[in-house]
C-alpha cells in the first residue's frame, strides 16, 4: 500500500512524500522540506505506523522540495536508515554547500522561510545502493535504478509488492491542477543544474521497461498510464531540444537567453493548456510560472555549459 502525503509545499497538492506499506515496517520516500515533518507523523499515525516503525528514509535526489527535512525526520525515527545515491550522499551528511547555492538564489530569509534550518545526517546512517540493487524491507523488495536527466545524482524506487515505481523528477510533473481538462498532461523538468535531453530519454526508457503498473512523481500523485506518459514527455524532449539548440548555438535573434526560453516555454505551455482543454486560476498560473522559470534557467546553464566545452 502506498498513502500519497501532501507537503502543502508552497501550495496544496504541489510536492508529495510518500509512505510505503511494508508489513510491519515503513519507509518515507522523499520528504519535502522541514515544515512537512508534522504531516508526515501525522500520516505514519492515521496509518498505525509509529516512528520506531520507519526502517528507511528514502530521497529519489537531493534538490531541497524532495531531502530537505531529511535530517529533522530522521530525528523523529531512531531506527531508520537514510538511502542516498552516492552523489546525493555527501550533500546529506554536510548539507553546507548545498544550503549556500541555495542561499545564493533565494537569499537567506526567504530559504529560511521556504526550507528552515537543513540538519545534517551522521554517515553512520546513510545507505547508499548499487545501481540496480534490491533491498529486502519487511514484505516487499525494492529496486533502485540510477536514473541521470534531471539530476545526476537520481534514482528511482521500483517496489515489488504494488509493482509502483516512485519517480521523484524523472518521470515529469503531473501536477493535479493540469489533469482538469480532456486529456492528462505531465511535463519534463530541465531545472539547473544537470539537465541532459539524451539521459533523460534513456530515463524514460528505463521506467517503462521496468513493466511498472503505476508511477509515483513527487509532483504529484499516482499516474497509471506509463506508456501515454513516455510518449508525452518524449515529445515535450523534443521541443525543449529546439529551443536547447538555439540557445547553444547562440541562434536567438536580438533576444537574451533567459528571455528567449522562457518566451519559447511558455508559448509551449499555452498551446498545451489550450488543446488540452486546462483553465488554471491566477495562484495555479503563477505556480506553473515557477516551473517556466527554473526550466529557462535549466536550459540556459546547460547551453552555456556546451558552448563553453566545445570551446576547449
Known sequence: MVTTIDCEYVMPNVAAAYLL???EKACFIDNNTNHAVPLLLKALKENAFKPEDVAYIIITHVHLDHAGATGVLLQHCPNATVVAHPRAAPHVIDPSRLVQSAQSVYGEAEFQKLYGEIQAVPESRVYIPADGEVLKVGDTELQFIYTRGHANHHFVILDRKTNSIFTGDSFGIAYPMLQ???????????SPTDFDAAEARLTYD??????????????FGAWSDLPAGHKMLSEHMTQIEKIYDALKTASTGSAEPYAYARSAIETWFAGQLSERGITLTSTEQQMLGMDIDLNAQGLVFAAA????????
Do not use: D, M
Open 305 to 312: 555549459r556546451a558552448r563553453k566545452k566545445a570551446s576547449k
Open 206 to 219: 528505463k521506467i517503462v521497461a521496468t513493466g511498472a503498473a503505476r508511477a509515483y512523481p513527487t509532483h
Open 180 to 190: 482538469h481538462g480532456n486529456r492528462p498532461f505531465l511535463f519534463a523538468s530541465t
Open 21 to 23: 506499506h511494508c508489513g
